[in-house]
């Protein structure tokens, strides 16, 4: 049974005119603490709790923290609605924790890569994993802005280049675009560790998988490229250092932010309501403001500041999605058969 919340002083006045009090059961979100809370404490919530009058009780935690607690609530779940980064939302789904959305109508307005098989999940916020570099680094040397994921083999990056471990989804993105790259993909990853381990792992300075270490290899200048995200990029940019985000020819990859709401619910429609509102054009710019989401829903409009880095409009196209209900299973492997081979 969920844990109830009231206001004592509501209550005991009610109680003293005699009347009985109909506590309407909080609203369960299991998102993102950080910035994330922040916003939509601030911002989000209260424009949703003022139009349905209903209180919200929000659970913070990673997406791995989110999905273990479905994991060990399975059968009598307190969360109505989780955000999860893609991959651990696919797995929530295909545990069976996520129900359709069935007749939702924002679905209608969002982007067809953010929408999932049967609608169980839809993506929410959108970030490109591609290439963030010092613009005037790259400019001091003559070099032209990386165009490839080839350019992580370029002798000239030797020394300051990061790429994220695996085990962050920014190094795995990298994985499977090395595998393309070479004739395979996620059913045929080899090529992807060879040309990772040949030709990648020789210019790598560090496998650093910290934001904050990150920012301050660039602000150093220890590095001048890297795999990294969008809105990681945006929010170093916003310090004044002189970063630049590309999109690698052969697409740069979609790491979403998708919602779902939680499989037994009792309260799937207003479930349903808080995730359309996720997706009203005005939370979706909230979302880009404050957290470097690209927006999700195509109606959107941003400014030209945040549309110049973030998947907007047509970058949408440029992205690519992988396929994790192929990797999912084959993670743990693959992330041994990295940490003997590619990161040692």
């Known amino acids: ?56 009780v929000y659970v913070a935690g990673n997406s791995t923290d989110t999905l273990a607690r479905l994991q060990a609530q399975s059968g009598n779940q307190e969360l109505d609605v989780v955000l999860l980064d893609d991959g651990p939302m696919y797995q929530a789904v295909n545990l069976g924790f996520c129900a359709p959305m069935n007749g939702m109508g924002a ?78 993909g996620e059913s045929d990853i080899d090529p992807g560790f060879e040309f990772m381990q040949e030709q990648v ?54 790491l979403m932010v998708a919602a779902c709401t939680v499989e037994g619910s009792d309260r799937h429609e207003l479930a349903q309501a808080f995730i359309s509102h996720l997706l009203s054009p005005e939370t979706q710019q909230i979302l880009a403001d404050t957290q470097g989401w690209g927006p999700a829903q195509r109606n959107t409009e941003l400014p030209d500041e945040l549309a110049s880095i973030l998947p907007y409009g047509d970058k949408v196209d440029q992205l690519v999605a992988v396929d994790w209900d192929v990797i999912n299973p084959k993670r743990l492997e693959w992330t041994n058969r990295w940490n003997r081979r590619v990161e040692r």
């Open 107 to 184: 679905l209608d307005e969002v982007y067809d890569i953010a929408r999932f098989p049967d609608d169980q999940a839809v993506g929410v916020g959108l970030v490109a994993t591609g290439f963030a570099y010092n613009a005037e680094l790259f400019e001091r040397n003559g070099w032209a802005p990386p165009s490839s994921w080839q350019d992580l083999a370029d002798e000239k990056f030797a020394g300051k280049l990061v790429v994220p471990s695996i085990s962050n989804t920014y190094g795995l993105h990298t994985l499977v675009m090395s595998a393309r790259l070479n004739g395979g």
């Open 201 to 254: 792992a020789p210019n790598i300075l560090s496998f650093e998988p910290s934001a904050g270490k990150m920012s301050e290899l660039f602000q150093n200048e220890e590095i001048a490229l890297s795999v990294w995200g969008s809105g990681r990029l945006r929010a170093l940019a916003n310090t004044g250092f002189p970063g630049a985000f590309a999109y690698p020819e052969e697409g740069a990859v979609a």
């Open 1 to 56: 049974m969920k844990r109830l919340t009231c206001h004592t002083v509501t209550l005991a006045g009610l109680m003293t005119l005699g009347l009985t009090p109909a506590l309407a059961e909080p609203l369960y979100i299991g998102a993102y603490g950080g910035s994330t809370e922040r916003a939509m404490k601030e911002e989000i919530i209260p424009a949703f709790r003022e139009q349905h009058d209903v209180e919200i």
